[in-house]
């Protein structure tokens, strides 16, 4: 099993930035892709960012340009640098895991953009 603990979400202004941050625990195998997906209130959750070991990252067109994931596969994290949000990149933002048959999300972390 694989656990996933999101953080740095909150509140910031439009056109302010917020770094997400994701730790991965358990049984991690070494191809994987992770990544991020966003729901926002009444909304279905959508892709923003994934990246697989060892492979170029993959963003949703709303935040390409603004988002940029990267990751650190010694220590099983993976990150999403947000600049110049806007109010709709509002939502709780869900961390993920993919390895063949294993798969894991986040608890979840809340990110408000206020206008």
């Known amino acids: 099993q694989v656990q996933l603990v999101e953080s740095g979400g909150g509140m910031v202004q439009a056109g302010g930035s917020l770094r997400l941050s994701c730790a991965a625990s358990?049984?991690?195998?070494?191809?994987?892709?992770m990544g991020w997906y966003r729901q926002a209130p009444g909304k279905q959750r959508e892709l923003v960012a994934v990246?697989?070991?060892?492979?170029?990252?993959i963003y949703a067109e709303p935040v390409k340009g603004r988002f940029t994931i990267s990751r650190d596969s010694a220590k099983n994290m993976v990150y999403l640098q947000m600049n110049n949000l806007k109010p709709e990149d509002t939502a709780v933002y869900y961390c993920?895991?993919?390895?063949?048959?294993?798969?894991?999300w986040g608890q979840g972390t809340q990110v408000t953009i206020a206008s």
């Open positions: 993920t895991y993919l390895s063949g048959f294993q798969s894991a």
């Open positions: 358990g049984t991690i195998l070494s191809a994987n892709t």
């Open positions: 990246i697989p070991s060892g492979g170029s990252a």
